[in-house]
């Protein structure tokens, strides 16, 4: 599932029954709250709760990929105004284009003062959702950029990112087709961050770059996991929320969060533009509750933002969702970088893949 698509160059629709809505006509009981999402991100309880508690319905579209959530975003000044959506979830990666786009609008200070649990919301995420002191979205649920590898076939242990030079995985390894994530993971084993002034003057950055593209087999952000569980590679970095799922199906697959630190992604609630931004800052709010919190962290595959005080042991246990605050403190968000950054990085990318480095 690609999350970075946007931020370095720029499935179909699901059908479900939430909330006694049969989905044959999508949006088309016009007087609820219309909420386009990722399929599985919010449990269909958590739904139901919300209506229980709120006198506004909820008609409840969901996506099987941000891809398709970011086109359905776009589609969205297209749409009459008493079908289009309220709300519509993007990946964080998506977020600056959205911006560029003006297809969404900004929470005004009065609406996030109605919002208790944005209020409590840890700054490191309101800081990552806030551009020129205007907050543009709000942060739901996270996760990170991991390694997963088979540990039925491996003789060792990957803990860190330097594993993934190690001879065993020549030609055994997948990475994302993903500029920002390949550089990314290379900067963080030489000590760099993912957000670089430059990448002109990090020693050894070519030199191993050169040689961790002489280790892969195939760069995929979609059947990563795919290729490992059929053989052909023994190892991938991708993200956590896929990993998650696969594991549960597959005991010989091993995920690790590199401790050299790690990328992190969130997917945001966005207002589009034309909406109406007062209908929908009651169901952003409800999202961060601790009790909802707890719920969307269980039951699914991502880690809510906000107050976790009620998520179970049981799944604070879970070493995917749930890693050490030592790595999570040597994690960041990957952010926009300058255009004169972004076309080094695109020299790179283009001299890595054609094997010109």
């Known amino acids: 599932m690609n999350r970075r698509e946007l931020l370095f160059f720029g499935g179909a629709a699901a059908v479900a029954s939430i909330g006694g809505c049969q989905w044959l006509n999508v949006f088309d009981q016009r007087d609820r709250l219309r909420i386009t999402g990722l399929l599985g991100a919010v449990p269909s309880k958590v739904i139901n709760q919300f209506e229980a508690k709120s006198p506004q319905k909820v ?126 993971l290379v900067l963080k084993k030489l000590g760099q961050s993912y957000q670089p002034e430059t990448l002109a003057n990090i020693p050894n950055l070519k030199q191993e770059l050169k040689s961790l593209n002489s280790q892969v087999l195939t760069y995929s952000s979609d059947n990563y996991l795919q290729s490992m569980l059929g053989d052909d590679t023994l190892a991938a970095v991708g993200w956590t929320n896929d990993m998650f799922r696969a594991k549960k199906q597959n005991p010989n697959l091993q995920v690790v969060i590199p401790q050299d630190g790690t990328a992190l992604w969130s997917d945001l609630w966005v207002i589009p533009k034309a909406a109406s931004s007062e209908i929908a800052i009651a169901w952003i709010d409800f999202c961060l509750a601790p009790d909802i919190a707890a719920q969307i962290t269980a039951l699914s595959d991502a880690v809510s933002t906000s107050d976790l005080t009620q998520v179970p042991n049981s799944v604070k246990s879970d070493p995917i969702k749930f890693f050490a605050p030592d790595i999570f403190t040597k994690s960041e968000l990957i952010l926009p970088l300058s255009p004169s950054v972004l076309d080094q990085y695109q020299d790179l990318w283009t001299k890595m893949r054609s094997g010109s480095l």
């Open 59 to 184: 008609e409840f579209k969901a996506e099987n990929s941000p891809s398709k959530l970011w086109q359905e975003l776009q589609n969205s000044p297209n749409m009459a105004k008493d079908i289009a959506p309220h709300l519509v979830s993007i990946g964080d990666a998506w977020l600056d284009q959205a911006i560029a786009q003006s297809l969404i609008q900004p929470i005004s200070p009065e609406l996030l003062a109605k919002m208790p649990h944005w209020q409590n919301l840890s700054p490191f995420w309101q800081q990552g959702v806030t551009r020129n002191n205007q907050v543009w979205a709000v942060p739901y649920r996270w996760g990170a950029t991991a390694i997963a590898y088979r540990q039925d076939k491996l003789k060792f242990a990957i803990t860190q990112w330097s594993d993934l030079w190690r001879p065993e995985l020549q030609k055994k390894l997948s990475l994302p087709d993903d500029a920002r994530e390949v550089i990314g």
